[in-house]
Antibody, heavy 117, light 113 residues
């Protein structure tokens, strides 16, 4: 049974760096031929793809966020992480991690990150 | 990369059918067979309902079906039930010369009257 769980700080100040981790159980990030991605959803709004990591280590990012985003993997802990720099209030959202192939077939429960002074 | 275009809302009566459209471009929907649909109830993560335009994952009701015509994908829900009331999102894969990109539609709120 595949399970994804997001973790990280829920409150940030403007200009800080957002760091979230997705812990995966039930599948191996480095061995399965899937993408592992991050998606966010501002309160009351739609879904936005942030970026994805392929099992081989290649990354793809949303062009609108590319300059601020890094997705990395820790294969020893079967985790992948999101870093988003220089956050503003516009980055306030529920952040989801997901497996996709290319359809997003498994999602974490999501974690709310609020950016506020 | 522009988001896919969905109607903001649709509604239907129990037992009836509704269709939600998702319009893209020749760079995404028309070129690739990777459109998928997601159902999201308030406070929950999205759930995959349809992939590769027409395929249903195991466990998804056969009341949900997908189709494609040119640049537009569609999700049809037949025999509407109260539990179908939710937000629905389409998503598509596309590529530039150097990137693989995924885009979502703006979402459609389904109200079961």
């Amino acid at each position: 049974q595949l399970h994804l769980q997001e973790s990280g700080p829920g409150l940030l100040k403007p200009s800080e760096t957002l760091s979230l981790t997705c812990t995966v159980s039930g599948d191996s990030i480095s061995k399965s031929t899937y993408y592992w991605g991050w998606i966010r959803q501002p309160p009351g709004r739609g879904l936005e793809w942030i970026g994805s990591l392929y099992y081989s280590g290649n990354t793809n990012y949303n062009p609108s966020l590319k300059s601020r985003v890094t997705i990395s993997v820790d294969t020893s802990h079967n985790e992948f992480s999101l870093t988003l720099s220089s956050v503003t209030a516009a980055d306030t959202a529920v952040y989801y991690c997901a497996r996709h192939a290319p359809e997003f077939d498994s999602w974490g429960q999501g974690t709310l990150v609020t950016v506020s002074a | 990369q522009s988001a896919l275009t969905q109607p903001a809302s649709v509604s239907g009566s129990p037992g009836h059918s509704i269709t939600i459209s998702c319009t893209g471009t020749s760079s995404d929907i028309d070129d690739y067979n990777y459109v998928s649909w997601y159902q999201q109830h308030p406070g929950n993560a999205p759930k995959l309902m349809i992939y590769h335009f027409t395929n249903r994952p195991s466990g998804v009701s056969n009341r949900f079906s997908g189709s494609k015509s040119g640049n537009t994908a569609s999700l049809t829900i037949s025999g509407l039930q109260a539990e179908d009331e939710a937000d629905y999102y389409c998503a598509s894969y596309t590529t530039t010369s150097t990137l693989n990109i995924w885009v979502f539609g703006g979402g459609t709120k389904l109200t079961v009257l």
